[in-house]
């Protein structure tokens, strides 16, 4: 899970994401990172731990790491926030291969409409539960397809 700062966006779709793959009993290696590094070794954004709380997701101990390229080797699967931290990951990859990993999160719920994810660090409350609410339906379908596609062998 990729954004700019990694304190808003992508630690609250790692929390999510981590949540959904307990619940379905899938044994994932999930993190998040940030393109930027802006706030390596930071918690994640007051407001977007409190509203992940609010829903039942923790996100309190993680801390703000940069995207590298040593990302790719270490995941199938490159969820980005928006069309702005696509390009700056897609410029790091190396082969088709890692290029092929990334996606726009929003993709899985919304197919090709390359929308982002807002971010919601200059905006009140509203902001906050917006972005939940759109990860956390991302996120569902993520995990319900890896699931399903487990379940096939």
Do not use: W
Request: charged fraction near 25%.
């Amino acid at each position: 899970m990729v954004c700019l700062g990694n304190i808003c966006r992508s630690p609250v779709a790692e929390g999510i994401m981590r949540k959904k793959a307990s619940d379905k009993g899938l044994n994932l290696f999930i993190d998040s990172a940030g393109t930027s590094n802006y706030h390596i070794g930071e918690h994640p954004d007051r407001r977007s731990a409190e509203n992940a709380k609010k829903n039942r997701v923790d996100i309190s101990k993680l801390k703000a790491r940069q995207f590298t390229t040593n990302d790719f080797s270490d995941f199938d699967l490159i969820y980005v926030m928006d069309s702005s931290n696509y390009n700056d990951v897609v410029a790091l990859a190396k082969t088709a291969e890692d290029r092929n990993k990334v996606q726009l999160i929003l993709n899985s719920l919304y197919p090709d409409s390359n929308m982002s994810v807002p971010d919601p660090y200059y905006g009140g409350e509203q902001g906050f539960e917006n972005v939940f609410t759109l990860l956390n339906n991302a996120c569902e379908i993520i995990a319900s397809t890896i699931a399903s596609e487990n379940e096939k062998g």
